[in-house]
């Protein structure tokens, strides 16, 4: 008899289905909703597990016999699979695989070596948050430059698994980026639909170089999701946006990481940029699986932060009435420019569950954070830098104090979106109306950390006259 080894649970109304019934489009054919992946032990009480062993033993509904994963047996595991030449276990996401057992041949998923991103202190940015510490999660130290590589590593592996050869995906870049390299690395074809002059070069940049067959589309990121929704019902297109529950399923593992480098501490507070909103789902399942095992005591709580310009989580999170209503979206954090999130439910359940809290950003606040980031010589992108400016708002709110500790997202690399990068440093990203709405200290702030680039003639002297004059003024603490 085969035994499977995961079901899909529709997160609205809790029917269960298999792998295979689930609809080309991935939502629930009775109430729309999205499914999660659940395991035979997703409901076991932590209690039936062996001391020892990686795995003790239950009966399943049917009578099979399932494996519950062991506690410390699988710390050790994980720890071991470090030093392994195996691509499995070199990968920061299947290192984990015995909490994400989706696919039949383990020898052949697809991997970059994804994951093993590190986890940065940032001294400086905890003081302008006031906060004693501050710890940062790099996932821009993927192979592609942004988290999506842990959930493409998994999606992917089941696209190419279950005998699709086309894959596609809306994106505002970066998960584009990231299907193109895992499809190419695989030998499938991969569409991508971005909204076109909307996405940073970079990103555009990667899905060219990674072959995929991209198509601009004239509307916003939510216009391109309705495009391929059509397309999907009609070709045998495999889904990579985050409404695919096994991208999650990688996108979970950071959690897993994240309390390994804290050595098995759980932080206080997680901190999300909010687009889409799966990223928080993920991370919440991550850890809410982790507790669940008896790996970690407890769960931390997660907030969410939007761009003031796209924020339909933000105002759902103020409603008395608790109404999502899609907004229009503009910001120039192009990764999060996102009016009609698809996984706004999972997320908005993720805040409710663990007690976290939803905060919106302007695009002052968002533009000195990633400048402070950047400064501690660890750099994002504009969408990532959301978090430092939501947690000083959660600190001003005391939803965040001093000693608790906090960990950003951050979600995608600083070369992701350079043309960004040159606009601030030259005093060119904000219009008058922006500029006039800051206040003399934060125009102060925004002063001391713009360092654009000066022009000389190749004089020597000349260069060192600039240096003598620059060298005079004292850095900032
Ligand atoms: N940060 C970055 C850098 C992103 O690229 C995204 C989403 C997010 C944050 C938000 O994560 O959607 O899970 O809430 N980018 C998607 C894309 C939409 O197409 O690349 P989310």
Redo the contacts with the bound molecule.
């Keep these: 008899m085969r035994v499977e080894t995961h079901h899909l649970r529709c997160t609205e109304c809790a029917t269960v289905i298999t792998k295979d019934e689930v609809s080309s489009n991935f939502r629930c054919p009775q109430c729309h909703g999205l499914y999660e992946v659940v395991y035979p032990w997703s409901a076991i009480p932590p209690a039936v597990q062996a001391p020892n062993q990686t795995t003790s033993q239950i009966s399943g509904p049917t009578n099979e016999v399932h494996r519950v994963p062991n506690p410390s047996a699988l710390r050790w595991l994980w720890q071991e699979r470090r030093s392994s030449t195996m691509a499995v276990d070199q990968s920061g996401v299947w290192r984990f695989r015995d909490l994400l057992p989706i696919v039949d041949d383990l020898e052949k998923v697809i991997t970059l070596r994804e994951g093993n991103t590190p986890l940065y202190d940032l001294p400086r940015c905890a003081k302008a948050a006031g906060l004693d510490w501050l710890l940062a999660k790099h996932q821009g130290m993927n192979p592609t430059g942004?988290f999506?590589d842990t959930g493409m590593t998994a999606a992917l592996s089941v696209a190419a698994q279950r005998g699709f050869d086309w894959v596609a995906c809306a994106?505002?870049?970066?998960?584009?980026a990231a299907m193109a390299a895992y499809a190419a690395r695989a030998g499938l074809r991969s569409i991508v639909f971005i909204p076109e002059g909307k996405i940073a070069w970079g990103k555009l940049s990667q899905s060219m170089d990674y072959g995929a067959f991209t198509i601009q589309l004239r509307t916003d990121?939510d216009g391109c999701v309705k495009i391929l929704g059509e397309l999907v019902k009609q070709f045998p297109i495999y889904l990579l946006n985050?409404v695919n529950p096994y991208r999650l399923e990688g996108q979970k593992t950071p959690a897993f990481e994240m309390v390994e480098q804290m050595d098995w501490q759980v932080p206080e507070h997680i901190i999300v940029?909010?687009?889409?909103?799966?990223?928080?789902a993920a991370l919440g399942k991550g850890f809410s699986e982790m507790f669940q095992l008896g790996l970690i005591p407890r769960k931390p709580k997660i907030s969410i932060i939007q761009a003031h310009g796209a924020n339909p989580l933000y105002r759902w999170f103020i409603d008395s009435n608790r109404i999502m209503n899609p907004v229009t979206a503009d910001t120039r954090a192009t990764?999060?420019r996102?009016g009609n999130p698809a996984s706004w439910r999972k997320a908005a359940s993720i805040i409710d569950e663990l007690g976290g809290w939803c905060e919106e950003v302007s695009e002052q606040e968002i533009a000195l954070a990633k400048a402070e980031i950047g400064a501690e010589g660890v750099g994002c992108?504009p969408?990532?830098a959301v978090t430092l400016a939501g947690l000083k708002k959660l600190v001003a709110l005391g939803k965040v104090t001093r000693e608790e500790r906090v960990v950003l997202i951050l979600?995608?690399h600083t070369l992701k979106d350079s043309a960004y990068t040159i606009d601030y440093h030259r005093d060119e990203l904000f219009t008058d109306a922006e500029r006039a709405q800051l206040s003399p200290a934060e125009r102060a702030q925004h002063a001391a950390l713009r360092k654009p680039p000066i022009v000389l003639d190749a004089d020597a002297s000349l260069v060192l006259r600039t240096l003598e004059s620059h060298m005079q003024h004292p850095q900032p603490a």
């Design positions: 942004s999506k994106s505002t870049g970066n998960t584009s990121f985050s940029p909010g687009g889409n909103l799966a990223n928080s990764a999060i996102i992108e969408a990532s979600t995608g």
